[in-house]
T-cell receptor
Framework: GAGVSQTPSNKVTEKGKYVELRCDPISGHTALYWYRQSLGQGPEFLIYFQGTGAADDSGLPNDRFFAVRPEGSVSTLKIQRTERGDSAVYLC?????????????????FGEGSRLTVL | SQQGEEDPQALSIQEGENATMNCSYKTSINNLQWYRQNSGRGLVHLILIRSNEREKHSGRLRVTLDTSKKSSSLLITASRAADTASYFCATGEFSGGYNKLIFGAGTRLAVHP
């Protein structure tokens, strides 16, 4: 597709369950970001991938959160033992390769998000 | 954590009026970006201004940056009902070779016909 694709668009789960959220970035974008957005707030940085590796995971709130990008394209955000406080919209974004490789405008392209509700 | 703080939190205007939103931040930046978000949708990039620039235009948008005051403003001229959305500023720094964006809490703009 032309844009960043995220699935599922909505996920309702029960407290304590395991959840996976998927992000398919724009083709050719080696940089991939996960953000979390609570109601009425701005996006909060979670993790950044350059290629297959997590270059910055400083925003992950705790060890229940984990993300992978095994082939440098699709990424999966995994949340174990979900809690009600995890309820939010999880946004994925991608961007062009970092400066020095190709032109990098610094612009992020966002998906529509995955809305997670933990009951 | 959020670096940028937008002001006002909410803004309600009539079509045809100008809308001004302000953003303040705390640390040194490489660039500052503004994004728009319609209710329930993803964010869309509007404009980027680099730390060595003072003003930038794009259509009806005008962005200013004052690095000495660590502040930026977004002006939307001749607003339309379709401009109704939340607007976020995001400060970017090239950290470890990538552009890490930290977003503010946003300004919710309502433009009434």
């Amino acid at each position: 597709g032309a844009g960043v694709s995220q699935t599922p668009s909505n996920k309702v789960t029960e407290k304590g369950k395991y959840v996976e959220l998927r992000c398919d970035p724009i083709s050719g974008h080696t940089a991939l970001y996960w953000y979390r957005q609570s109601l009425g707030q701005g996006p909060e940085f979670l993790i950044y991938f350059q290629g297959t590796g997590a270059a910055d995971d400083s925003g992950l709130p705790n060890d229940r959160f984990f993300a992978v990008r095994p082939e440098g394209s699709v990424s999966t955000l995994k949340i174990q033992r979900t809690e009600r406080g995890d309820s939010a919209v999880y946004l994925c974004a991608s961007s062009l390769p970092e400066r020095g490789q190709r032109a990098n405008t610094g612009e992020l392209f966002f998906g529509e998000g995955s809305r997670l509700t933990v009951l | 954590s959020q670096q940028g703080e937008e002001d006002p939190q909410a803004l309600s205007i009539q079509e045809g009026e100008n809308a001004t939103m302000n953003c303040s931040y705390k640390t040194s930046i490489n660039n500052l970006q503004w994004y728009r978000q319609n209710s329930g949708r993803g964010l869309v990039h509007l404009i980027l201004i680099r730390s060595n620039e003072r003003e930038k235009h794009s259509g009806r948008l005008r962005v200013t940056l004052d690095t000495s005051k660590k502040s930026s403003s977004l002006l939307i001229t001749a607003s339309r009902a379709a401009d109704t959305a939340s607007y976020f500023c995001a400060t970017g720094e090239f950290s470890g070779g990538y552009n890490k964006l930290i977003f503010g809490a946003g300004t919710r703009l309502a433009v009434h016909p």
